[in-house]
């Protein structure tokens, strides 16, 4: 059964830096091309970073790109998120989740976690 837990979550200050962490199970996720997306209440959820299966090649959205950074350690299962500068508006729920392709925002596995909440207030 795949299981995707969101950990790392918190209040910070604007300027502030988090690391957040993806714990999968039930999957191998050297197998796939991982992503970190988020949602605010009332959007959608959207991806704003993924990283190809061997950690090769990594995309980071416009909004994040220069402050966040997204890992991966295979050999713990686990994906990484750090943000660092952080905005007002980078309060969001963040989620993980494999991709069907590196090259694509749809998510692999139907299931979601937790998701883990971000917030960012002075």
């Known amino acids: 059964q795949v299981q995707l837990v969101e950990s790392g979550g918190g209040v910070v200050q604007p300027g502030g830096s988090l690391k957040l962490s993806c714990k999968a199970s039930g999957f191998t996720i050297e197998n796939f091309a991982m992503a970190w997306y988020r949602r605010t209440p009332g959007n959608e959820r959207e991806l704003i970073a993924r990283?190809?299966?061997?950690?090769?090649?990594?995309f980071h959205a416009d909004s994040v790109q220069g402050r966040f950074v997204i890992s991966r350690d295979n050999a713990r299962n686990m994906m990484f998120l750090q943000l660092n500068k952080v905005k007002p508006e980078d309060t969001a729920k963040y989620y993980c989740n494999a991709l069907t392709d590196y090259h694509s925002s749809v998510p692999r596995f139907p299931s979601w976690g937790q998701g883990t909440q971000v917030t960012v207030s002075s």
């Open positions: 990283m190809a299966f061997d950690g090769g090649d990594t």
